[in-house]
């Protein structure tokens, strides 16, 4: 009984938080979007794929807040008090809303990341230079070959498919020579090729064919350009950097990504357990509310940075990668646990 009631009040307080962030973060992003957007529904989409690209930054930082929602609210109705004339202590309390915490962050890891990758790889636009009107466009001069893939799959150490995709060929005066169709454009050996392509000719005359041309393009020099970290999910993530790494490209940005994801729930527990320290008694007699929310989101932002300071030297390689997700939360959690610990009263 005690559990289920902390930990729905802490998911209300919570949820309202990121709802009023979200709100206002969607907003933003959506009066962003419109201007350049090709119509309503457009700009909605893109509004809703930045969203779901930042969610996890500011997860933290709900989380926080929160808790320290949580807090106030059952000492302003006197339940605090009688919560702990039963006996139990902070870390007591505390525990409901740790655990919702780290459900919180297996959802966004299973859910959230999955479907906020998806996203991102059909809404990147031109201004995030890795994809222009949705689609892939990769370009062989050399060749006269340029092509437009709505995704690419299968990629391995030399070879990749480009899905539903286009192959502009041009003659060294820049015109146009052939435009192929085909639902799997496969690039490997250094050759393009396709098994029954639709292909129409200088002359208008469309052929349904195979066709096979040599190139200069790479799976490396596309993957690297293309699968930014954050175009992937969390589940794909492991299998891209070991092809990555066979490939000989540098893993550390794709790394960062799926340890930031996987540590994700600990960085959340992390959180709660800062927003109970700053729920100590002493510290409330000390300093007003609205102080002691100026003070935390401050506190919060600090983290924030700290942590992206700790992924920028890991993507370096300065730093090893697991030690620089896990530190910044680690060093929080030390924190916050030894405060409570001294007072040991919520």
Same mark, same amino acid.
Request: aromatic content about 10%.
């Given at each position: 009984m005690f559990f289920r009631f902390i930990a729905a009040r802490f998911t209300g307080n919570m949820f309202v938080v990121l709802l009023a962030v979200c709100g206002i973060i969607y907003a933003?992003?959506?009066?962003?979007?419109?201007?350049?957007?090709?119509?309503?529904?457009?700009?909605?989409?893109?509004?809703f794929a930045h969203f779901l690209e930042i969610f996890p930054m500011f997860l933290p930082l709900a989380v926080f807040l929160g808790t320290l929602i949580t807090f106030y609210k059952l000492l302003v109705s006197s339940e605090l008090t009688i919560i702990q004339s039963a006996g139990l202590s902070a870390f007591a309390i505390m525990l409901p809303m740790i655990i919702v915490s780290l459900?919180?962050?297996?959802?966004? @890891?299973? @859910?959230?990341?999955?479907?906020?990758?998806?996203? @991102?790889?059909r809404e990147l636009g031109d201004s995030r230079i890795? %994809?222009?009107?949705?689609?892939?466009?990769?370009?062989?001069?050399?060749?006269g070959i340029t092509i437009r893939a709505e995704n690419i799959r299968n990629i391995?150490?030399?070879?990749l498919d480009f899905v539903n995709a286009t192959?502009? %060929?041009?003659? @060294?005066?820049?015109q146009i020579t052939e435009r192929i169709d085909a639902p799997v454009i496969a690039l490997s050996g250094g050759r393009v090729a396709a098994r029954q392509a639709s292909v129409l000719e200088s002359d208008g005359i469309t052929r349904v064919q195979d066709f096979s041309y040599r190139t200069i393009l790479s799976p490396t020099k596309i993957v690297q350009r293309y699968l930014k970290p954050n175009q992937v999910s969390f589940w794909q993530l492991p299998r891209?950097?070991?092809?990555?790494?066979?490939?000989?490209?540098?893993?550390?940005?794709?790394?960062?990504?799926?340890l930031s994801l996987l540590f994700l729930p600990f960085v959340l527990i992390s959180m709660t357990v800062l927003g109970a320290a700053f729920s100590q008694t002493k510290q409330r007699r000390m300093i007003?509310?609205?102080?002691?929310?100026?003070?935390?989101i401050i506190t919060c932002f600090v983290v924030y940075f700290m942590i992206q300071i700790f992924n920028a030297i890991a993507v370096s390689g300065a730093m090893h990668p697991v030690l620089a997700t896990v530190l910044p939360p680690a060093i929080v959690l030390f924190f916050a646990t030894a405060a409570i610990t001294r007072v040991d009263n919520i």
């Amino acid at each position: 009984m005690f559990f289920r009631f902390i930990a729905a009040r802490f998911t209300g307080n919570m949820f309202v938080v990121l709802l009023a962030v979200c709100g206002i973060i969607y907003a933003t992003s959506f009066m962003q979007q419109v201007a350049g957007a090709p119509n309503m529904a457009a700009a909605v989409q893109s509004s809703f794929a930045h969203f779901l690209e930042i969610f996890p930054m500011f997860l933290p930082l709900a989380v926080f807040l929160g808790t320290l929602i949580t807090f106030y609210k059952l000492l302003v109705s006197s339940e605090l008090t009688i919560i702990q004339s039963a006996g139990l202590s902070a870390f007591a309390i505390m525990l409901p809303m740790i655990i919702v915490s780290l459900l919180l962050g297996v959802v966004t @890891i299973a @859910i959230v990341n999955p479907l906020s990758a998806n996203y @991102i790889a059909r809404e990147l636009g031109d201004s995030r230079i890795e %994809r222009i009107d949705g689609a892939v466009w990769v370009m062989d001069r050399e060749a006269g070959i340029t092509i437009r893939a709505e995704n690419i799959r299968n990629i391995t150490d030399d070879s990749l498919d480009f899905v539903n995709a286009t192959l502009i %060929r041009e003659n @060294i005066s820049h015109q146009i020579t052939e435009r192929i169709d085909a639902p799997v454009i496969a690039l490997s050996g250094g050759r393009v090729a396709a098994r029954q392509a639709s292909v129409l000719e200088s002359d208008g005359i469309t052929r349904v064919q195979d066709f096979s041309y040599r190139t200069i393009l790479s799976p490396t020099k596309i993957v690297q350009r293309y699968l930014k970290p954050n175009q992937v999910s969390f589940w794909q993530l492991p299998r891209l950097i070991n092809v990555l790494g066979g490939m000989g490209v540098s893993t550390n940005a794709h790394l960062m990504q799926f340890l930031s994801l996987l540590f994700l729930p600990f960085v959340l527990i992390s959180m709660t357990v800062l927003g109970a320290a700053f729920s100590q008694t002493k510290q409330r007699r000390m300093i007003s509310m609205s102080r002691q929310f100026g003070i935390g989101i401050i506190t919060c932002f600090v983290v924030y940075f700290m942590i992206q300071i700790f992924n920028a030297i890991a993507v370096s390689g300065a730093m090893h990668p697991v030690l620089a997700t896990v530190l910044p939360p680690a060093i929080v959690l030390f924190f916050a646990t030894a405060a409570i610990t001294r007072v040991d009263n919520i």
